[in-house]
């Protein structure tokens, strides 16, 4: 496993596990599989409604506490001071532990601003390892950034190769900040898993192209989540570290960006949206 180390030298492992979208009921097994795969790192939130899965499986695997590094985030219906204070104990609850190793605002929706002055107590009183925000664009996140007494650390946001961010990591350097990528198999759209390209350099490495994209994001620097909830796919996912991509390899998975994320987050549109959906 490679790790990276966040702006308070908190060490994170680079390539983890997402379960957004896995049924609650099958969170739990889920999570036992990728254990015994040999993932520590798991990435969840109050709005997957499967926090509690995490949990128990990271409870029952024997494994010390401090062998895992789990994230989880706050949703803006619990947005606030008081709320997230709330929040998070519900979530330490779920995730059968006394702390969080990294504790997120999963959405810029809201009273952001009182949320983070909690996520910041939270962090001072040890009960978050370390804070950070999701799907915050350049702008929002400068603002936040420049007008708190601690910067993100971790800024969550959606990287693939149809939608690459070229550049992000250079801008959220400026700020101590490391990236994390969501949805890096693009859910699977536009025939991602039969690309020419991604399909062609993984046969120079006997790769699939989904190892192709995860070692693509990781040798740019970036946390990554690729999820599954069949195990081989979840073998494949992990066995990412012992080929390397060469900078014409990059540069030719350069030449797939469209500019076509899978949500728009920064529209009038979603945030009316996303703002209906409370949890």
């Known amino acids: 496993m490679k790790y990276v180390k966040l702006a308070n030298g908190v060490e994170v492992p680079q390539l983890g596990f997402g379960v957004f979208q896995i049924p609650p009921q099958e969170t739990k097994e889920a999570v036992k599989k990728a254990i015994e795969v040999g993932y520590r790192h798991f990435d969840t939130a109050q709005a997957y409604f499967n926090e509690e899965g995490v949990g128990q499986a990271i409870a029952e695997s024997e494994i010390d506490r401090e062998e895992f590094f789990i994230t989880t985030k706050v949703w803006h219906s619990h947005h606030g001071y008081e709320e997230t204070k709330n929040a998070c104990e519900e979530s ?3 995730l059968q532990t006394d702390y969080i190793d990294l504790y997120l ?6 009273d952001v601003f009182g949320t983070w002055r909690a996520l910041e107590e939270l962090y001072e009183e040890g009960k978050v390892k370390a804070i950070g925000v999701c799907n915050f664009t350049e702008t929002r996140f ?3 950034a420049l007008h708190n007494k601690i910067k993100p650390m971790v800024n969550q946001i959606e990287i693939n190769p149809f939608f690459q961010q070229q550049g992000t990591e250079d801008f959220h350097s400026k700020f101590g900040t490391l990236i ?3 949805g890096p198999l693009a859910e699977g759209r536009n025939g991602i898993f039969k690309n020419p390209i991604l399909a062609e350099i993984g046969e120079k490495y006997n790769k699939s192209v989904a190892q192709v994209i995860i070692r693509w994001i990781i040798q740019r620097g970036i ?6 909830t ?3 796919r979840m073998e494949e996912n992990f066995n990412v570290f012992d080929f390397e991509l060469t900078d ?16 728009y987050i920064d529209t009038p549109q979603f945030i009316e949206s996303i703002s209906q959906f409370g949890v």
């Open 223 to 228: 946390i990554v989540f690729p999820k599954s």
């Open 248 to 263: 014409g390899d990059m540069e030719k998975i350069k030449e797939l960006e469209t500019g076509e994320p899978i949500a």
């Open 180 to 182: 994390e990528s969501w």
């Open 142 to 144: 400068t603002n936040l």
């Open 92 to 94: 330490l609850k779920k």
């Open 230 to 232: 069949k195990q081989e």
């Open 105 to 110: 605002i999963h959405q810029n929706i809201g």
